[in-house]
């Protein structure tokens, strides 16, 4: 059986080089979040429509690893803080 080396997706030195924006664009870039996403999404039309950002939530917690950020606590306070970090995630200014 022989064993095939599967190229990085990205360096890691050069992702944290870039700006914010970019950053996250090219980190989320090959991953497709959409079955993950499905997972969260309301099945019943009925009542009230959903007003929360689950892609926005779950990229949130991806980044927070890359990041190094340790707690979920701190990571709201951080999205909370720096409007950049916020907006580039997906959340809505507000």
Known sequence: MSIIQ?????????????EIEVKYQEFFSPLELTPLIALFQKENTVGAPVTINYEAALRAVLVSFLEGIPTIKALVMRIKQDVRFKLSLGFLFG
């Open 6 to 18: 599967q190229p990085t997706l990205f360096d890691i030195q050069i992702l944290q080089e870039l």
